[in-house]
């Protein structure tokens, strides 16, 4: 199958203590058109987390859509993840490239700094993520990434650019119109009355963006 590109909503997952109902949300998302999903989860036991990320890999395959974990080399090798997704503090990049190989996608976080992004585009990252976009629920207190930087790493930087942090439709028009390739979205996604439409919402906003 086609690997999808890194265009569009890119769904991370929300905590939750209900495995098979973060699995049904995440169906729902890729049945209103998401083909990029991000397995977040710092709070279940390994067993827990192995056994979801089997489940998500079988779902996102179903619907054509990539997997990535968060932070988590081995888990993405032990479930056939397509990559991972690395904060600052969580590994180095140059070893995480070379355990991945040139099949696997790469992402970092690069918070605001675009000689972060650089240095991380330099050690293989496919791309990179600025954040957060706006005030953001999961993370209240994280630094804020302007207009005007997602504008500029669009600009200047040979990689996809990613925003997260406190995206919703209503706020999206301005960082997409920015050039901005992929949106991570949590609650606006996960809390939706309709995640479907609302995934769907996000996809079509990226449609109409296209030359």
Known sequence: MRRPELRGLYAVTPESTDGAALLRQVEAALAGGCRIVQL???ESRMSERLARAHALRA?????GALLLINDDLALCQLVDADGVHLG????DLHIARAILGPGRILGASCYADLDAARSAIAAGADYVAFGAAFASPTKPDA???PLALYTRAC????????AIGG???ANAAPLIDAGVDLLAVITDLFSAPD?????????????????
């Open 88 to 91: 600052r503090d969580d590994g």
């Open 40 to 42: 977040r989860d710092k």
């Open 195 to 211: 995640i479907e439409a609302r995934a769907n919402q996000y996809q079509r906003l990226f449609a109409k963006a296209r030359p």
């Open 167 to 169: 995206i919703t439709v």
């Open 143 to 145: 630094a804020s990434a």
């Open 155 to 162: 600009a200047e930087l040979d990689a996809p650019v990613c």
């Open 59 to 63: 779902a996102t395959r179903r619907h």
